[in-house]
Structure formats: structure tokens, C-alpha cells
């Protein structure tokens, strides 16, 4: 098994030639790699349990250019610079951040569906933060991002885009919160976007403005007690 702290000093790679599969947990650390690329070729799963920690200092890419998926739960925390969901045309990404005290703290960026097609899960109290968060990066990609159950959150310190020049999905149920500046759906001429929030206590708060249909087709749809 692994070590009870981990450093490194290159790129991680899970899923390269072959499938690859990571488990940190009860309390275990990896430190240092520069980039984390999960499914960079091949099937890739990175799980980070029961107050592990992984932190990096470059890209974090879920689904690099195959399948990948990361899951954070039972008080996990994962920190690196920019995070990207479904990178490659080809990839799929999924990102689960699930139980009080779990998070994923993006120090720039997070991208949902970059050219590929990525979707973040956020629940039961899990939460997630980055500066600026982008939904449906390039043509032809797919993001989506639903945050529910009371105290999940994902926080974006500055914009947030669904749509930008693929299709971007927001939903927030069931008391889940989300935060930005600046809020667009539908943002480029070819961008898609749509937000849904339903429940009590569910919220997307824009502390700017939220501009629905930006250049793009955008829709926003706010049911049973959402705000």
C-alpha cells in the first residue's frame, strides 16, 4: 500500500496505458505533484477519504483524455491550481464532493466540460471553490454542476459562465448554494446555458449581475421556493 504521507515531485498520472486506481484515506497525505492528470488514456479514479489530503501545485484534470473520476467524501479535501472536468474532445469527467468537511479548493480556475464532457456533483455538505468557473467551455463540450442538499456550496470568488461556447447545466436543489460575482448563461454565440434552482434554502447568488443570454441561448427557471 501506499505510505502514510506521499511526496512527489512530477505529474500523477491514473489510467495512462492501463486502468489506474488511487485510494488515500484516515488521515494520509500526497503532496506535490505538479500536474494530476485521472484517466489520461485509460480508465482513471482517484478517491480521497476520512481527512486525507492531496494537494497539488499545477493542473488537476479529471477525465484527462479517457475516463476519470474523482471522488472527495468523509471530510477528503483536495486543493491545486486549476481544475478541468472532461478535458480532451474524448473525455469524460465526473467529480463527486460529498460530506461535511469535504472540499476542493481550485486556487484559479475550474472548468466543467472543457472540450470533453464533465459533471461535478456537490452534496450532503461538500464543498468547492475556485476563483473563476467555466460551464461548457468550447464548441461541441458539455458541463454540468448540480450542488445539493443544505450546506453545499460551490464557490466562485469572481465569474461564473454555463454556457460559454458548448452547453452548461446549473442545478441547485434541495438548499445548495451557489456564489459568483458575475453570472451568465448562455454566454457566446454558440454557448448554451441552463440554470435551474427548486427547493427551500436553494440559492445562486450573483453579488454583480446575472446576465441570461449573454450572445447565447440562455434559460433560467426558479421553482418551489429556490431564490
Same mark, same amino acid.
Given at each position: 500500500?501506499?505510505?502514510?504521507?506521499?511526496?512527489? +515531485?512530477?505529474?500523477?498520472?491514473?489510467? #495512462?496505458? !492501463?486502468?489506474?486506481?488511487?485510494?488515500?484515506?484516515?488521515?494520509?497525505?500526497?503532496? &506535490?505533484?505538479?500536474?494530476?492528470?485521472?484517466? *489520461?488514456?485509460?480508465?482513471?479514479?482517484?478517491?480521497?477519504?476520512?481527512?486525507?489530503?492531496?494537494?497539488?501545485?499545477?493542473?488537476?484534470?479529471?477525465?484527462?483524455?479517457?475516463?476519470?473520476?474523482?471522488?472527495? =467524501?468523509?471530510?477528503?479535501?483536495?486543493?491545486?491550481?486549476?481544475?478541468?472536468?472532461? /478535458?480532451?474532445?474524448?473525455?469524460?469527467?465526473?467529480?463527486?464532493?460529498?460530506? /461535511?468537511?469535504?472540499?476542493?479548493? #481550485?486556487?484559479?480556475?475550474?472548468?466543467?466540460?472543457?472540450?470533453?464532457?464533465?459533471?461535478?456533483?456537490?452534496?450532503?455538505?461538500?464543498?468547492?471553490? #475556485?476563483?473563476?468557473?467555466?460551464?461548457?467551455? *468550447? =464548441?461541441?463540450?458539455?458541463?454540468?454542476? !448540480?450542488?445539493?442538499?443544505?450546506?453545499?456550496?460551490? +464557490?466562485?470568488?469572481?465569474?461564473?459562465?454555463?454556457?460559454?461556447?458548448?452547453?452548461?447545466?446549473?442545478?441547485? !436543489?434541495?438548499? &445548495?448554494?451557489?456564489? #459568483?460575482?458575475?453570472?451568465?448563461?448562455?454566454?457566446?454565440?454558440?454557448?448554451?446555458?441552463?440554470? !435551474?434552482?427548486?427547493?427551500?434554502? *436553494? =440559492?445562486?447568488?450573483?453579488?454583480?449581475?446575472?446576465?441570461?443570454?449573454?450572445?447565447?441561448?440562455?434559460?433560467?427557471?426558479?421553482?418551489?421556493?429556490? =431564490?
Amino acid at each position: 500500500g501506499l505510505p502514510e504521507n506521499l511526496q512527489l +515531485n512530477g505529474v500523477l498520472r491514473l489510467g #495512462n496505458a !492501463t486502468g489506474g486506481d488511487l485510494l488515500s484515506d484516515n488521515g494520509s497525505t500526497i503532496n &506535490g505533484p505538479s500536474d494530476v492528470l485521472i484517466g *489520461s488514456g485509460a480508465f482513471g479514479r482517484l478517491t480521497v477519504l476520512s481527512g486525507a489530503q492531496v494537494t497539488g501545485g499545477g493542473d488537476f484534470r479529471v477525465g484527462s483524455i479517457s475516463q476519470g473520476f474523482l471522488e472527495i =467524501a468523509g471530510g477528503g479535501d483536495v486543493s491545486n491550481s486549476d481544475g478541468v472536468i472532461g /478535458a480532451d474532445s474524448n473525455a469524460v469527467g465526473i467529480a463527486t464532493v460529498v460530506d /461535511a468537511g469535504s472540499s476542493w479548493v #481550485n486556487l484559479s480556475s475550474l472548468e466543467i466540460g472543457d472540450e470533453g464532457m464533465g459533471r461535478l456533483n456537490v452534496a450532503a455538505g461538500g464543498v468547492v471553490s #475556485n476563483r473563476i468557473g467555466r460551464m461548457g467551455f *468550447s =464548441a461541441g463540450s458539455m458541463g454540468t454542476a !448540480t450542488i445539493t442538499g443544505a450546506g453545499s456550496m460551490w +464557490n466562485n470568488s469572481s465569474f461564473l459562465d454555463v454556457g460559454q461556447r458548448g452547453e452548461g447545466t446549473l442545478n441547485i !436543489t434541495a438548499g &445548495g448554494v451557489v456564489d #459568483n460575482t458575475l453570472g451568465k448563461i448562455g454566454v457566446f454565440s454558440n454557448g448554451v446555458g441552463k440554470a !435551474t434552482i427548486t427547493g427551500a434554502g *436553494s =440559492a445562486w447568488n450573483n453579488s454583480m449581475e446575472l446576465q441570461v443570454g449573454d450572445e447565447g441561448e440562455g434559460r433560467l427557471e426558479v421553482f418551489a421556493g429556490g =431564490a
